[in-house]
């Protein structure tokens, strides 16, 4: 498996700013943000997401960021059940901070593939003795 080169991950950005003006201002705190630059940025339910794969289905492994109805931002552990949350954020580069001090261990470039892909991978990396862990341990 590759690590996506930055054009690839470029596009990604640039199909996810032009579904709105808030997640576009997410998105340029997000690139702003060289770790998470690496990662593969995707939008959904006018959610801003990072992967840490490039193909669908995307990993859930990195916490994302969703508008609050105050006008702020809510940052949400990672995962589609949204049960949760890391907290509030008032502004795009305080959830993008958020986002970024939990990052998973050894995050790194996203990687051409799925994620089952990227957990096939991740498993073949991991050490012997190693626990799998995250969303990402299966591949449901």
Known sequence: MDTAPLALVEAGGRR???????VRNWLEAAYAEPRLRQL???????ELHFSRCTEWPWAWDVPYIQPAA????????SGPLRSESVGPA???Q????MVV???PPNCGSALVGTR???AAHDAAARPANAEPSGPNR???
Do not use: K
């Open 16 to 22: 996810s700013a032009t579904t709105g003006g808030s």
């Open 40 to 46: 593969f940025p995707w939008t959904g339910m006018g």
């Open 70 to 77: 105050d006008g702020g931002y809510w940052v949400w552990v």
């Open 90 to 92: 008032t502004t795009a």
């Open 94 to 97: 305080q959830a993008v901070t």
């Open 101 to 103: 001090d939990r990052l």
């Open 116 to 118: 089952e892909e990227l």
């Open 138 to 140: 299966s591949a449901s």
